[in-house]
């Protein structure tokens, strides 16, 4: 089943008379349970194509289908209700709440989705639990190591059960041991029949993935499913 069908994706930025062809022709089909890595270097489009993918933002030409739904004719609001019910996000930054506990921090995407109070609180406990930080749900993020927080910013990205967990340079932040323990967690989500896309510039991360695509230069230059493996990193 996809989850992520890109056709002929472009992104065109406009600056002044120059036009800046971000992505250019990208067809893409992820399936449910998938573990992809997006890799390639600065300025190749990744955060532009990311971008798109979490539906952050709209392509100039082309169309994404997200879990079956067409992206291309929704509106802002619309936009934010399929990425609130559709998409986990995990960021290198964490973008935690430092005044919220972790369970407050967790329970923040069933509050815009409109879940109740107790459900909230019982959920949030559960997806704490889920990554190890059961006996951790009433510190605040300064009270918790950088590793710890982005576990925390995992069990928010699971806690609506959504169809794809989409990670951006997730371990960028972490130590070696942090980031060893982060990618172990993804091995087990995975495990679980989660789909994962992250999108990471180190070798060590996207090694872990099953699938590892390479964009350069706006395009896929390189995709391990398509029977390149190996090739690819
Ligand atoms: P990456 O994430 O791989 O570093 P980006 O997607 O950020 O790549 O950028 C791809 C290209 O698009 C770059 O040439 C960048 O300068 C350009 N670009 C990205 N965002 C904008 C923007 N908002 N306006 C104009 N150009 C942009
Ligand atoms: P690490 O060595 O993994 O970076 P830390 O040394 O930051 O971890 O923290 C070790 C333990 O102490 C962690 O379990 C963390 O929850 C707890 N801890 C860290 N800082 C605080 C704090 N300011 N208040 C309460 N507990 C803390």
Same mark, same amino acid.
């Given at each position: 089943v996809p989850v992520i069908e890109l056709t002929e994706v472009a992104k065109t930025y406009r600056?002044?008379?120059?036009?800046?062809? =971000?992505? /250019?022709? &990208?067809? !893409?089909?992820i399936d449910e349970g998938e573990y992809v890595a997006i890799?390639?270097?600065s300025g190749s489009g990744k955060s532009?194509?990311?971008?798109?993918?979490g539906c952050l933002d709209v392509s100039s030409a082309g169309s994404y289908r997200l879990a079956g739904e067409d992206v291309g004719v929704m509106d802002e609001i619309e936009l934010a209700e399929v990425r609130n019910r559709r998409i986990g996000f995990v960021f290198q930054q964490f973008h935690l709440l430092?005044?919220?506990? =972790?369970? /407050?921090? &967790?329970? !923040?995407p069933l509050i815009y989705a409109g879940v109740g109070r107790e459900a909230r609180r019982r959920r949030a406990i559960e997806a704490l639990?889920?990554?190890?930080?059961?006996?951790?749900?009433?510190?605040?993020?300064?009270?918790?190591s950088g590793g710890q927080q982005q576990r925390v910013a995992v069990a928010r990205a699971l806690v609506g059960d959504p169809a794809l967990v989409l990670a951006d340079e997730p371990t960028g932040n972490l130590d070696s041991t942090a980031t060893e323990d =982060?990618? /172990?967690?993804?091995?087990?989500?995975?495990?679980?029949?989660?789909?994962?896309?992250?999108?990471?510039?180190?070798?060590?991360v996207a090694d872990r993935a099953r699938r590892v695509i390479r964009v350069k230069d706006g395009c896929v230059s390189t995709d391990s499913a398509d029977g390149n493996v190996g090739a690819a990193i």
């Open positions: 600056m002044g008379t120059q036009e800046v062809h =971000a992505v /250019r022709d &990208v067809s !893409l089909r890799i390639g270097p532009t194509l990311m971008n798109i993918i430092p005044s919220l506990t =972790a369970w /407050r921090n &967790v329970e !923040l639990e889920r990554v190890g930080l059961g006996e951790r749900v009433d510190h605040k993020p300064g009270e918790l =982060a990618l /172990r967690l993804f091995d087990e989500l995975h495990a679980q029949g989660r789909t994962i896309v992250l999108i990471t510039h180190e070798t060590e």
